[in-house]
């Protein structure tokens, strides 16, 4: 179901014009309702996921060393 940006931002330790900017690169939808912009929950979980895997690699791993 749809989330608040406001209380994703944090979840991913971001802030909220940083997720807004994730937001529109990935062309995820928003929507308004009231003073609160939603989004797809599992849209963004997906996106994260993906980013998270990506800097988790083992050639990652090995350049922060």
Avoid: M, Q
Wanted: no cysteine; net charge positive; proline share 5%.
């Amino acid at each position: 179901g749809p989330a608040k940006v406001k209380e994703l931002a944090p979840k991913f330790g971001i802030s909220e014009k940083a997720l807004y900017d994730v937001i529109k690169r990935n062309n995820i939808l928003k929507f308004r309702k009231g003073a609160f912009a939603y989004v797809p929950k599992t849209d963004i979980d997906n996106l994260f996921k993906s980013y998270n895997h990506a800097s988790n690699t083992k050639e990652e791993k090995a350049l922060r060393r």
